[in-house]
């Protein structure tokens, strides 16, 4: 088991390594680069050559990647284009914000997910199955922006209960009531816009585990449906909703990002939309490489967890 | 056996009021968009003296803040939307199907090798790569579609994979292969007719995410621009206006959840023709 632990590991390293390059080259292929935001038309030649040289573009393009790399390993991003701030202040200050965000909203919905999947899966065609079936099929095809929108307009504009844009009202920091209220509607739409998808999972997976010959086993023995359903079942099903979470790892720093965007919550959606508009490439590619990093750790993370929690694994090695 | 596949997915159309009323709507709005240049009134027309006008009976849903009259570009914002979903899923059902059963047939270093790719290219977020793509291609139509088609098949090809990986040890496809059948032959006979299963399920979905993916890049600036008009990009301007004009977030919003809701929907049915054996139980 140690050893498959420490395969997966060693798996993920070329990877990673891949995506930097492929960052790298990203970077590389952009129409302008650091140096034109540094330098300006005007400066003499020897001191564009200085600016060069500073910042270690005159070696050779794989000297520059392993330049680029060390920065990366050591946190730093370089600089942004268009404010010329570090990257790595930027994010410093702005992913904690949408942890705070997306983490709520991801528990809650994975607890109300196991509830109403289990519920619905339990009761296949039943009314209860259908009326949560019928909110998944309505909740996957509504976008999230307009959702956003929609609250926005009811409860921001209509009835005027709650704020609008950001995290705080400017002046009033520290007040956690403030910090509550801004977090009501994003929060809400990022459950609305989580919910079906995880519901559906455990609602499926839990109609095949109830097929499976453990459970006409407890019923043969005279187990309680409830007790199958919530002793037995619920193990069963839980097991790939922890992978489910470990996966949703990367969506701490881009889970967020349209309902960030529409409600101006200063996380690290609206600072990589506005790159975007911007094109400002470092800032891209350092969330491309943060993203898709965590990514791969995700998915090594929730391999690892479950083959240390999943007996059959175990068994097989 | 295939007469009684369609009977059964006529039973099922018949019994599901849902899956009817979705059929009805898609064909609506398809032909809609097909017949959009019928309308007699130019989407792009701008009219300065009626800007942001309520519904009235000369613009039964208002007009927009240029004073364009808004159904019209709803109607025609829905035909980019359906073109850009349609030909997305199909792009990307044609590599999820290849890469899938190629992986899970084939197996070992391959399957490794088109897996870890499949890991790298899903873990680089969408919105990224469509901004560094269009760096190489005009922004617009085109350059969502192969977008959102080079970059969507990733769930498709793991599905299939999976399934692939099951069918392999099934009794007829062994024997196949006990008797010399060759690769190609088992993946066309044998191994896509079975996985046909996950491939309409797993497209009619990726028409609905094609939809979606392009309306929020459309939202947030980043799609097909202006004076095109997407359900996305109609949206991105209701949100502007959503004060003074909140009847325009409505029909675009409506369109694009109906829309979705309709194919989910129809995929759902359409799995009774390929799995008889849950006809007549909610799939």
Not at chain 1, 282 to 287: C, E, G, L, T, Y
Not at chain 2, 144 to 165: C, D, K, N, Q
Not at chain 2, 186 to 195: A, E, L, N, Q, T
Request: aromatic share 10%; charged share 15%.
């Amino acid at each position: 088991m140690a050893k498959y632990i420490l395969k997966r590991i060693l798996q993920a390293i070329p990877l990673l390594l891949i995506i930097s390059i492929i960052c790298f080259t990203l970077i590389q292929l952009a129409p302008y680069n650091a140096i034109d935001a540094m330098t300006t038309p005007k400066m003499p030649q020897e001191t564009v050559e200085l600016i060069k040289a500073k910042y270690g573009f005159d070696k050779p393009i794989y000297m520059q990647y392993f330049l680029w790399l060390k920065g990366i390993l050591s946190g730093h991003f370089g600089y942004s284009i268009v404010t010329h701030e570090s990257i790595s202040n930027d994010l410093i200050a702005r992913i904690p914000a949408t942890i705070v965000l997306v983490l709520p909203a991801y528990i809650i919905s994975i607890v109300i997910s196991i509830i109403l999947g289990l519920t619905a899966g339990a009761n296949k065609n039943k009314m209860v199955d259908k009326i949560i079936d019928g909110f998944c099929s309505i909740g996957i095809a509504i976008p999230s922006f307009w959702f956003a929108m929609i609250m926005i307009f009811i409860f921001g504009y209509k009835f005027a209960i709650l704020p609008i844009l950001g995290m705080n009202t400017i002046g009033v920091d520290g007040s956690f009531t403030d910090f509550l209220l801004h977090f009501i509607m994003p929060c809400s739409v990022l459950i609305i816009a989580f919910l079906p998808e995880l519901i559906r999972y455990v609602r499926s997976s839990t109609i095949s585990q109830i097929t499976e010959g453990y459970v006409m086993v407890q019923t043969a023995f005279g187990s309680s449906k409830r007790e199958i359903l919530f002793k037995h079942v619920s193990k069963n099903v839980l097991l790939p909703i922890i992978t489910k979470a470990g996966m949703a790892l990367p969506m701490l720093v881009t889970g967020a990002m349209i309902t960030e965007t529409v409600f101006g919550w200063p996380g690290v959606g609206p600072y990589f939309i506005n790159a975007v508009r911007g094109l400002d490439y470092p800032v891209i590619m350092a969330i491309l490489i943060l993203s898709s990093s965590l990514v791969i750790i995700g998915n090594l993370l929730s391999d690892i967890i479950y083959c240390l929690i999943d007996p059959r694994i175990k068994e097989m090695e | 056996m295939r007469s009684r596949r369609i009977k059964n997915v006529i039973e099922e159309f018949k019994g599901n009021k849902g899956a009817l009323l979705s059929g009805a709507f898609l064909i609506f709005i398809i032909l809609i968009s097909a017949f959009a240049f019928l309308i007699p009134i130019n989407p792009d027309a701008t009219n300065t003296s009626s800007m942001l006008q309520p519904p009235s009976s000369a613009h039964l849903f208002g007009t927009d803040e240029l004073g364009r009259d808004y159904l019209t570009r709803t109607i025609y914002g829905g035909r980019v939307s359906l073109i850009v979903g349609i030909l997305a899923m199909v792009i990307s059902t044609s590599i999820g199907i290849g890469v899938g059963t190629i992986s899970g047939y084939f197996g070992g270093k391959l399957d490794n090798i088109l897996m870890r790719f499949v890991d790298i290219v899903s873990s680089i977020p969408w919105m990224i790569l469509v901004t560094v793509v269009s760096i190489f291609l005009k922004p617009g139509l085109q350059a969502i579609i192969i977008v959102i088609g080079l970059f969507s098949w990733m769930e498709t090809a793991r599905l299939v994979r999976a399934e692939t990986l099951s069918i392999k040890e099934r009794e007829y496809v062994l024997y196949a292969v006990s008797i010399g059948e060759s690769s190609k032959n088992i993946i066309f006979k044998h191994i896509i007719p079975s996985v046909f299963p996950t491939i309409i399920i797993a497209s009619t979905s990726s028409i609905a995410s094609a939809i979606m993916t392009e309306s929020s890049l459309s939202f947030l600036g980043l799609g097909i621009q202006q004076p095109m008009s997407s359900w996305g990009n109609l949206l991105q301007n209701a949100q502007t206006n959503l004060q003074s004009a909140p009847y325009m977030a409505i029909l675009p919003g409506l369109l694009i959840i109906l829309t979705i809701y309709s194919f989910n929907k129809l995929g759902n049915v359409l799995r009774v023709f390929v799995e008889p054996k849950i006809a007549g139980g909610e799939g």
